[in-house]
């Protein structure tokens, strides 16, 4: 679904991925479920770009439901993968510490586990090799992509901004859509780590100038950085 020029959605409320389409070639923000690689290859096919112009795929951390099909992309498509450091191990294992779920609802949580199962969650294969970034890093990609760290939800997560969309990629540093309870607006991001340190992180987002923050998870939010990190808060 396309948002704003060069800026497209891939998945739903439930779990979303992002395409940048510019000149100079494609890079992807998450990997969403494994059967958001048809939702891929459609968008592919709308906006008339080969796989062959992805140039990165680039994580905002490495759970689950981010990495979908980013092992396929990388084998089938030698599509390069970036993930933070402190995210890198838990993107090529599965490998995280349980946190306490939170509420829930009856209704929203069995809906978010039946979407998974549609989009192949049961066969998520993790990433054989990745790039590490860190904080600070612009990466050789078109859009010059920067690697903003918001860790919290998990030691390694990260915001991506890229200018050349007017968008900041979020990851799961907040949630404008709780897939739990069915909760609808900007709010912290459940299954976090490291709550606190979550919150915390909201002050360097605040920082940054884009017209579009977009979670992987609820609604694009079309405003400011410093909006949406004052409405979690509130929140």
Known sequence: MKLAPHLHRLGNDIVASYLID????IILVDAGLPGHWNDLRRELQLIGRPLSD????VLTHGDSDHIGF???LRREAGVPVFVHAADAHRARTGEK????????RIGPMPGFMAYGLRKNAMRTRHVRSVIEVAD???????????VIGMPGHSPGSIAVHVPAADAVFVGDA???R???TGREGAQPAPFTDEPSEALASLDRLAQLQASWVLPGHGVPWHGSPADIAAAVRAA
């Not at 992805?54 to 795929?57: C, D, T």
């Not at 510490?97 to 829930?104: D, I, L, V």
Request: glycine share 14%; net charge negative; proline share 17%.
């Open 97 to 104: 510490p349980k946190t306490p779920m939170g509420p829930a």
């Open 178 to 180: 709780h897939v739990l």
């Open 22 to 25: 510019l000149p100079e070639g």
């Open 136 to 146: 600070g890093d612009v990466l050789d990609l078109p859009g010059a992509p920067v």
């Open 174 to 176: 907040l949630t404008t």
């Open 70 to 72: 980013a092992e396929r």
């Open 54 to 57: 992805i140039r990165g795929l």
